[in-house]
């Protein structure tokens, strides 16, 4: 098994939470003393930095949004003064104004060592080649990943997103060993080299690092497949850090969060109590030695439960499961709660089908309706009608069945709906409900 | 005697058939029949063409799904009743047709049809027994 710091990755229980307890108390310290939106809200529910005293003190604190971040956009809540920070990256802003997240040299620092744990988990080392096909700029999946491959002293090939026939010559020519970028983009790569009729088996590629988005178990076995690696989950948000705030190791039954980093909690998003281990909920997350843009209690909106079981890897540090689904992006569709998560795992249970579908909401008078486009593909495809509407039939009841829902299948051509090479666009929702 | 046929999967969009009859076009290939079903979402595009192997590959390089099927034509007399003699004997020998299209020949008293069947080999023993005009499939692709 590869640890890039079994110190941290091995610790016994005990001491992992008194480094947390000390590096939590420290940094509601610095926060309540440098931040008037922290001291505001501690103050509000009369508590001050004394009060934190044991981990259980934790459920104290208020928790911190992303409408926070906006609210105080840009720098707001940084908790050192701008000449410490050497970094700034932003959030896309699809939902409104960006968040700008900051970083001092010393979270340049911790960026690189958990992302080097993510890429050494993945078997990434020295001797890796590594092509970090994330966008590079202001999002933070390229160089996030990039620090951590420099850590770890593997060469790496900063080639950024898109232009994926030149990602696929330079994988074969440059003896790409692991790949970083969405599992959406990592399909799309699959499928380029097929239509450049290059074989798998042409590549050095051994393992691939994917996140970014939600994507399901059998994406993961499809891309496995086809690009004869083994592909491993790896978890972050920006206003965390970035990616390296969760990772799989070997076992891939689970990501294992730094919890020398970071702190993370599961509640239940309408009440705000915490939840169990092995609960379903909301994950939030406090960061517990970060500088520029200190986080507590931080809801990241993703669906995940926490298990802290020693893993058979040997780490001690506590996994999460794979997130399935976001709270903001779940549809509700006729009163049904939808992740586009699920209807892929539907999809591909029916078998065959490649992931490439798109989610179309509408209103239609006062009743929602859905339509699932799935793309055609040489194997589904039939010259009788018949079979093909069969086809549709079988994805409708199975939708119908899993989520109590009954859906529109509109079977399209192939490569008709759009590839994107950052994260996919899944759902198209033409209803105004606001 | 099977006559290879090319169907395309094409979604109820305007220009689609202009498209695969363009790219055929640009490639050489002379279509011989047509035939296509429909749904209010998507259409099969069932085409016999002279060089059903080509046309399979450039549409598949253009994008298209494209599948290849085994079916049989058959020269029945144009005349009442001339169709149902080839019917009736793939009936008695319990022979499900899946679909069939008849199509314009360049010869004057027989009318040309293409039957999609499920045992296709059987279907041809049976027609030759009962004297039904089969067609080879070099008849088919020069017409």
Redo the contacts between chains.
């Keep these: 098994m590869n640890y890039w710091n079994p110190t941290c990755e091995c610790m016994s229980r005990d001491e992992m939470t008194k480094l947390q307890l000390e590096r939590l108390i420290n940094t509601v310290k610095r926060v309540y003393h440098n931040v008037p939106f922290y001291r505001n809200k501690m103050q509000q529910v009369g508590l001050v930095p004394e009060d934190i005293k044991s981990m259980e003190d934790l459920s104290k604190l208020p928790f911190t949004t992303k409408q926070d971040l906006r609210d105080n956009y840009p720098y707001g809540l940084f908790a050192t003064p701008m000449s410490e920070i050497v970094r700034l990256h932003a959030s896309s802003g699809t939902t409104g104004k960006p968040t700008v997240v900051g970083y001092t040299r010393n979270d340049i620092t911790t960026w690189s060592e958990v992302m080097a744990r993510t890429l050494a988990a993945a078997g990434a080392d020295k001797q890796s080649f590594i092509q970090i096909a994330y966008g590079y700029g202001l999002f933070t999946g390229g160089l996030g990943v990039h620090y951590g491959a420099e850590r770890i002293g593997a060469s790496v090939i900063p080639i950024s997103g898109g232009n994926t026939k030149k990602q696929v010559q330079i994988m074969k020519d440059f003896g790409t060993t692991v790949l970083a970028c969405t599992p959406s983009y990592a399909l799309y790569l699959a499928e380029t080299l097929e239509e450049m009729g290059i074989n798998k088996d042409e590549l050095k590629l051994k393992s691939g690092v994917f996140g970014a988005e939600p994507w399901t178990e059998n994406m993961r076995k499809e891309i496995e497949n086809k690009l004869g690696i083994m592909a491993m989950d790896i978890y972050g948000l920006s206003e965390v850090i970035g990616p390296g705030v969760a990772y799989e190791c070997k076992c891939q039954n689970g990501l294992h969060i730094p919890e020398d980093h970071f702190i993370p909690e599961i509640i239940n998003p309408e009440t705000g109590e915490i939840l169990q281990e092995g609960k379903s909920g909301e994950l939030v997350l406090t960061t517990i030695t970060k500088e520029g843009l200190p986080l507590i209690r931080y809801r990241t909106r993703d669906v995940s439960s926490l298990n802290y079981k020693k893993c058979d890897c040997g780490r001690t540090l506590v996994k999460m499961t794979k997130p399935c689904g976001r709270t903001d992006d779940m549809l509700i569709i006729r009163g049904v709660n939808v992740f586009p998560s699920q209807i892929e795992s539907v999809l591909l249970e029916i078998g065959d089908t490649a992931p490439h579908y798109l989610l179309i909401v509408d209103r239609i008078g006062t009743l929602d309706v859905l339509e699932i486009q799935v793309e055609?593909?040489?194997r589904l495809?039939?010259?009788?009608?018949k079979r093909?509407?069969d086809l549709e039939k079988k994805i409708k009841n199975a939708i119908e069945s899993t989520l109590g829902l009954s859906a529109k299948i509109?079977?399209?051509?192939?490569?008709?709906i759009e590839r994107s090479e950052g994260k996919a666009k899944r759902v198209i929702d033409k209803r105004n409900l606001k | 005697m099977l006559v290879k046929q090319i169907s395309v999967f094409l979604e109820n969009k305007s220009g689609r058939l202009a498209e695969v009859t363009g790219i055929l076009g640009d490639n050489n290939i002379d279509i011989s029949a047509l035939s296509i079903a429909d749904t209010t979402d998507f259409g099969i595009l069932r085409l016999i063409v002279n060089k059903p192997e080509d046309a399979e590959r450039v549409l598949k390089d253009n994008g298209f799904t494209v599948s290849c099927t085994n079916v049989i034509a058959i020269a029945v007399v144009d005349k009442p009743g001339g169709l149902s003699a080839a019917l009736k004997a793939l009936d008695k020998a319990a022979i499900g047709i899946e679909y069939m299209y008849a199509f314009v020949g360049k010869t004057t008293n027989e009318a040309l049809v293409i039957l999609r069947v499920e045992e296709p080999d059987k279907a041809i023993t049976e027609l030759n027994k009962n004297d039904i005009r089969v067609l080879t499939a070099e008849t088919v692709y020069g017409l």
């Design positions: 055609m593909s040489d495809f039939s010259d009788e009608v093909l509407e509109r079977l399209v051509e192939p490569k008709t």
